[in-house]
């Protein structure tokens, strides 16, 4: 009786094997090269590599990427500013905010064909059948992929981003676009949109209510460009006085330049909703002092210290402070076609991937206006 649990247990250990060689041997031949920028240290800058894809398999759509914005977490992901919640793996090929035209569909998609423009963001998968992907939100999927630096179920490894000249996506997590749209300008949406139109949505924000954006960047100007066309009042807080005109001229009602104590003092207990979309550590008790009863603060920025924020700060008044990742794919839909209906999309620098080092070096500095979009067919002569 043992001698023959034991062979059977042998016998699954051979098909154990088996199984998993036949697996990585399939996934050889259902590879292909695809050209990239990857960083290979936390303190390496960003240069071009070939990267391995999977082909397009029944579900999926293969895009060939136009053009990919550069997102503050790039940076933070690339040096490893993350180290405790999102240690990085190096090579690492940041960028998920995607747009691109499809080369190639799976035999079972349905939503996309060749030619179509399509946009991926900062998920490419979820399991799909947990409450979360059931309510539409797979960024709280326990089984949600990141578009890069994170486990890819296909190749085993870990996820590779947009700053490439291609990518193969499950069609869930692909996106259209809006016909009317400026394509580079489009492709920010897909983390710096969804990302301060979500928490707006969430928190109520329409006509007639207060609200204040912290930080004039990717995420924070496109925050202001929601609010402004939900009706809102909307103040922004700045350390960049030079930035005032631009702020205004983007839908901002007053401008406030954070270093001026008495101006902001004047803004206490007035506001409904504050979204900090700051990318550096900061004191966020400033801004909980400005809300009013009942107001929530919402954090977006994701800076690496902890904030220490005083009890009374938030008791008196029942103040709430909250955060907020990204959105779920059909509130992604939703916000492109807002877009397309307002006409909104981001105010870009075009960069050639050639110019990657430098754009993160300017991030740092607050020097960006409002947010890099690599022109991915500067990758063909990297
Ligand atoms: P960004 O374009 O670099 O903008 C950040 C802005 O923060 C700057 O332009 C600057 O605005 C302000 N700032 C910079 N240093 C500051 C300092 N020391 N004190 C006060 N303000 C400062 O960055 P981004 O791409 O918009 O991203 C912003 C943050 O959101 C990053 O931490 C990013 O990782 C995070 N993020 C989160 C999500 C999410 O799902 N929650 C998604 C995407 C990004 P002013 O010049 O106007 O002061
Ligand atoms: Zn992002």
Redesign the pocket.
């Known amino acids: 009786m043992n001698v023959l649990r034991e062979k059977q247990r042998g016998e699954r250990a051979v098909e154990q094997v088996l199984h998993t060689y036949r697996k990585r041997l399939h996934r050889k031949e259902a590879m292909y090269n695809a050209k990239a920028f990857s960083a290979t240290s936390a303190t390496s800058p960003l240069a071009s590599t070939t990267i391995a894809r999977r082909d397009p398999t029944e579900t999926d759509v293969q895009i060939e990427i136009l053009f990919c914005g550069i997102?503050?977490?790039d940076?933070?992901q690339v040096r490893n500013e993350w180290s405790e919640f999102m240690p990085t793996v190096y090579p690492c090929v940041p960028g998920h905010e995607i747009v691109g035209r499809v080369t190639k569909v799976g035999a079972g998609v349905k939503k996309f064909k060749v030619g179509d423009l399509a946009a991926v963001g900062?998920m490419v998968d979820s399991d799909g059948t947990c409450p979360e992907c059931k309510r539409g939100e797979e960024q709280f999927c326990p089984n949600m992929t990141l578009t890069y630096n994170f486990p890819d179920k296909h190749t085993g490894g870990v996820t590779y981003g947009g700053y490439s000249d291609s990518v193969v996506v499950d069609e869930r997590f692909v996106l259209k676009v809006p016909a009317n749209l400026d394509l580079a300008g489009t492709a920010p949406l897909l983390?710096?949109g969804i990302?301060t139109f979500s928490p707006l949505h969430h928190w109520g924000v329409t006509k007639g209510k207060k609200v204040g954006i912290?930080?004039?960047?990717?995420?924070?100007h496109m925050g202001v460009k929601f609010a402004h066309a939900l009706g809102a009042h909307v103040v922004?807080?700045?350390?960049?006085p030079g930035?005032t005109e631009d702020a205004l001229r983007l839908g901002a009602d007053e401008v406030v330049v954070?270093k001026n104590a008495d101006e902001v003092a004047k803004h206490a207990g007035s506001f409904d909703f504050i979204l900090d979309?700051?990318?550096?550590?900061?004191d966020i008790n400033t801004y909980i002092n400005l809300l009013a009863r009942d107001g929530n603060l919402t954090?977006?920025?994701?800076?690496n210290k902890p904030f220490e924020i005083p009890a009374f700060a938030l008791i008196m008044g029942r103040r709430s402070v909250s955060?907020?990742?990204?959105g779920g794919i059909a509130e992604t839909q939703k916000m492109l076609d807002f877009c397309g209906e307002h006409n909104i999309t981001a105010d870009v620098e075009v960069i050639p991937i050639q110019k990657v080092n430098e754009a993160y070096d300017r991030?740092?500095k607050?020097d960006?206006k409002?947010?890099f979009s690599i022109d991915m067919a500067s990758l063909k002569n990297a």
Request: proline share 5%.
């Open positions: 997102c503050h977490s940076l933070h900062c983390c710096a990302t912290v930080g004039l960047g990717g995420l924070g922004l807080f700045t350390t960049s930035k954070s979309a700051v990318s550096a550590n900061h954090l977006v920025g994701a800076p955060g907020s990742p990204i991030l740092l607050s960006v409002y947010r």
